[in-house]
């Protein structure tokens, strides 16, 4: 059987800070990468200058279109079926796209993802990152798990033309599970290998933490705050104070995360706070949303 080429696309807004060990992270695959692909959507910092130095093709968005746009485009120019994905603060260990591709001898399988790890943890925000917003499925492999996380994948691009490709509607939230629920739905399979590991580089501070939460509680819970229903926004205050509050206290207690605890107890008062801005604008959730980059 002979191997499958790769293209392998990086979507980037203003990702200076990471774009080279994301590159080389690739250029080091044990497995081969026929192409890589840096979709630029927008960028206005240094990451061209820096993306420049590797062996890149480089398609550019005039303006920032969001990540669902981005992944879009990445897979109109990929040349082969197999198109990999990693999120520019993602850097792939060696052996990543080696343990995934056998995955797709499986003549069903459409996507398959790989195990994120948090690899800086120098900030309380950084900490609280890891203990409640992980982006994998643990440390067995899981077939047709919930979601596939968008952070780092494979795909069949013929297999994603079929069910309409990224809703670009969710811009650069919300897009990675809609495709991959979509892909299952569909009757695809897709299996999550926690033997392919990422390694994330973001660094989050307490307002980034706290706006990336409400952002994927806002398309995770597919609110529309454009029809505003009191009772509707009173279960979400309820749910905010005594689900998601006792939750993330009670994570960190059992674990001695007490250093946590303070933004913990901040956490449903952001919350509240942002659903009430959303609610006076009266806009669904996809278009009160400032565009985040892809790797803040």
Not at 190 to 209: C, K, M, N
Request: glycine share 4%.
């Amino acid at each position: 059987m002979s191997m499958p080429k790769i293209s392998l696309y990086i979507p980037c807004y203003n990702v200076e800070a990471y774009i080279a060990s994301c590159i080389e992270g690739v250029l080091k695959q044990t497995y081969p990468v026929d192409e890589i692909l840096l979709i630029d959507d927008g960028c206005r910092d240094r990451t061209l200058d820096i993306a420049s130095r590797y062996p890149v093709r480089v398609i550019r968005h005039e303006v920032n279109k969001g990540l669902a746009a981005a992944r879009n485009t990445a897979f109109h120019h990929a040349r082969n079926e197999l198109v990999a994905s990693l999120d520019a603060d993602c850097v792939p260990d060696p052996h990543w796209l080696e343990r995934l591709v056998p995955l797709f001898e499986d003549e069903t399988v459409a996507i398959v993802g790989g195990r994120l790890v948090e690899t800086v943890l120098d900030s309380v925000a950084d900490r609280w990152r890891k203990a409640h917003m992980t982006q994998d499925w643990g440390e067995l492999r899981v077939k047709n798990p919930s979601f596939m996380f968008g952070n780092n994948n494979l795909i069949r691009k013929s297999f994603l033309e079929q069910v309409g490709g990224y809703n670009e509607q969710l811009r650069t939230n919300g897009e990675d599970a809609d495709l991959s629920r979509r892909l299952m739905t569909a009757g695809c399979t897709a299996i999550y290998e926690p033997g392919a590991i990422v390694s994330h580089l973001r660094r989050d501070t307490v307002p980034s933490i706290l706006d990336n939460y409400w952002r994927y509680w806002c398309f995770g819970s597919r609110v529309d705050f454009g029809h505003f229903q009191p009772k509707t926004f009173l279960r979400h205050q309820q749910h905010h104070f005594q689900r998601q509050l006792v939750d993330v206290v009670k994570h960190d207690w059992q674990q001695r995360d007490y250093e946590l605890l303070w933004l913990d107890i901040l956490l449903p008062f952001y919350m509240l706070y942002r659903d009430s801005q959303a609610v006076l604008k009266r806009n669904p959730c996809s278009a009160l949303l400032p565009t985040l980059e892809t790797a803040p």
